[in-house]
C-alpha cells in the first residue's frame, strides 16, 4: 500500500496485479509505504476502512481517494498458479507444484477449496463498505499505461515501474469445461473486470 497523503490518494496492493514494481518505484515519493506484513501491505477495502481510514480522518484530517488495480480473472488465476510453483512452497499445503492448472481452477471453484487454490477474490478485496468506502479509481492490469498516465499526472512523476516479483514462465492450458465452471461459478470476477471502463473508473 502507497500513502500519497498531500494528492489525496492511497494506492492499495491487489494480489497479482503488479503493484509491487509500482510500489518499488514510487515508495520514495510515497508519504507511507506499508510493505509488510503481506496482511497489511495488500490490505484489502474492507480492512482499509477499519484500521487505515479512522488513523487518516482522525490525524490527518483527511479522506484519500483509493485506487486499485484489477486483472483479468483468468490471467490473475495464472499468476496465482505460477507464483505457487515456486520451490520454496515445495511439500507445503499451498503448493501448486504437480498439479495442473486445470486442477487449480476447478478446485478455486469449490466453495472450501484446498489450500493451494485458496486466494481470495478481486470481488472481496474491493468489496464496498456501508459507510461509502469504496474504490475510486480502478485500473485494469492489460492497460498499465493509462495507470501510468493518471499517475504521471497525479504525483508530477514520470514512472517507470520496474518489473518485480515475476513468476516463471509456465504454459498454461484450461479446458473449455473448466473455463465454463470458472464463469459460471465466479461471474461476479468477470463482471468486475468487464465492468472497467476503457482506461479507468
Not at 49 to 55: G, L, S
Not at 117 to 138: D, R, Y
Not at 161 to 169: E, H, L, Q, R, W
Given at each position: 500500500?502507497?500513502?500519497?497523503?498531500?494528492?489525496n490518494?492511497?494506492?492499495?496492493?491487489?494480489?497479482?496485479?503488479?503493484?509491487?514494481?509500482?510500489?518499488?518505484?514510487?515508495?520514495?515519493?510515497?508519504?507511507?509505504?506499508?510493505?509488510n506484513?503481506?496482511?497489511?501491505?495488500?490490505?484489502?477495502?474492507?480492512?482499509?476502512n477499519?484500521?487505515?481510514?479512522?488513523?487518516f480522518?482522525?490525524?490527518?484530517?483527511?479522506?484519500?481517494?483509493?485506487?486499485?488495480?484489477?486483472?483479468?480473472?483468468?490471467?490473475?488465476?495464472?499468476?496465482?498458479?505460477k507464483?505457487?510453483?515456486?520451490?520454496?512452497?515445495?511439500g507445503?499445503?499451498?503448493?501448486?507444484?504437480?498439479?495442473?492448472?486445470?486442477?487449480?481452477v476447478?478446485?478455486?471453484?469449490?466453495?472450501?477449496?484446498?489450500?493451494?487454490?485458496?486466494?481470495?477474490?478481486?470481488?472481496?478485496?474491493l468489496?464496498?463498505?456501508?459507510?461509502?468506502?469504496?474504490?475510486?479509481?480502478v485500473?485494469?492490469?492489460?492497460?498499465?499505461?493509462?495507470?501510468?498516465?493518471?499517475?504521471?499526472?497525479?504525483?508530477?512523476?514520470?514512472?517507470?515501474?520496474?518489473?518485480?516479483?515475476?513468476?516463471?514462465?509456465?504454459?498454461?492450458?484450461?479446458?473449455?469445461?473448466?473455463?465454463?465452471?470458472?464463469?459460471?461459478?465466479?461471474?461476479?470476477?468477470?463482471?468486475?473486470?468487464?465492468?472497467?471502463?476503457?482506461?479507468?473508473?
Amino acid at each position: 500500500m502507497l500513502v500519497f497523503l498531500k494528492e489525496n490518494l492511497v494506492f492499495l496492493s491487489v494480489p497479482k496485479t503488479g503493484t509491487t514494481a509500482y510500489m518499488e518505484a514510487l515508495a520514495p515519493r510515497a508519504d507511507m509505504v506499508v510493505a509488510n506484513p503481506p496482511e497489511l501491505k495488500h490490505a484489502p477495502v474492507y480492512r482499509y476502512n477499519r484500521w487505515f481510514r479512522p488513523m487518516f480522518a482522525k490525524i490527518c484530517s483527511a479522506e484519500p481517494e483509493l485506487l486499485a488495480v484489477v486483472r483479468e480473472p483468468i490471467s490473475w488465476l495464472g499468476s496465482w498458479y505460477k507464483f505457487r510453483q515456486r520451490p520454496y512452497l515445495d511439500g507445503k499445503p499451498t503448493s501448486t507444484k504437480g498439479i495442473c492448472f486445470d486442477d487449480f481452477v476447478r478446485e478455486y471453484c469449490r466453495g472450501k477449496p484446498a489450500a493451494f487454490a485458496n486466494i481470495g477474490s478481486q470481488v472481496k478485496f474491493l468489496e464496498p463498505q456501508p459507510n461509502g468506502c469504496k474504490v475510486t479509481h480502478v485500473f485494469r492490469y492489460e492497460e498499465l499505461d493509462k495507470l501510468d498516465a493518471f499517475l504521471n499526472a497525479r504525483l508530477g512523476v514520470n514512472i517507470q515501474t520496474p518489473k518485480a516479483n515475476v513468476s516463471a514462465s509456465i504454459p498454461l492450458q484450461l479446458s473449455s469445461q473448466t473455463e465454463e465452471i470458472l464463469r459460471r461459478k465466479k461471474a461476479d470476477e468477470f463482471a468486475l473486470y468487464d465492468g472497467i471502463p476503457q482506461g479507468e473508473a
